[in-house]
């Protein structure tokens, strides 16, 4: 999860990353039903029902053309919004936290089309996420992209099993 302002180091080694590694990766993207699925199977969660925080996730889509680009035309986007509970699972999250979120709730938000996901309160969560969502071909051919995903396969050490 980027957590700072880009520099342009960043970018240079993301751009180095992706030619490494874009003709290695494959489509893998799974949609946001199968990230609540993953989330459910592994966290107790707390679901918020909540319409103004499902719209919050919803036009972080509908605003960022990348995001609504891959909406089908014809689906209203529908969103799950969740409190991850700092028990079992979730009590490593909560105990690794980055100090700018100690002491707040972890909260995640899924489109359950498109796989868009938001987590707040943990970016080691975000990069779990990332991770188990994937990449679909245009993320493929975005360095950021590749190179986040790079970056987070490594951290869980998977990235022998993807490529």
């Known amino acids: 999860m980027l957590m700072q302002k880009a520099t342009p180091e960043m970018v240079e ?3 180095e990353v992706w030619n490494d590694y874009k003709d290695k990766l494959r489509p893998n993207r799974k949609c946001g039903k199968e990230v609540v699925e993953y989330l459910k199977n592994k966290y107790f969660l707390e679901e918020l029902h909540d319409d103004n925080v499902k719209q919050v996730v919803i036009n972080n889509i509908l605003y960022n053309k990348p995001y609504a680009d ?3 035309v014809d689906v209203e986007p529908s969103a799950v919004t969740f409190i991850v509970k700092n028990k079992d699972n979730g009590k490593f999250l909560y105990e690794n936290q980055d100090e700018i979120f100690k002491g707040n709730n972890i909260f995640v938000g899924v489109e359950l089309e498109s796989g868009f996901f938001c987590v ?3 970016s080691l969560l975000w990069d ?3 991770v188990f969502r994937g990449l679909d071909e ?5 360095y950021f992209c590749v190179g986040e995903y790079i970056s987070c396969l490594k951290k869980f050490r998977l990235l022998e099993s993807i490529i």
């Open 138 to 142: 245009k993320d493929i051919q975005n």
């Open 13 to 15: 080694r993301w751009k």
């Open 120 to 122: 707040e309160g943990s």
């Open 128 to 130: 779990e996420l990332y």
């Open 70 to 72: 891959r909406l089908s």
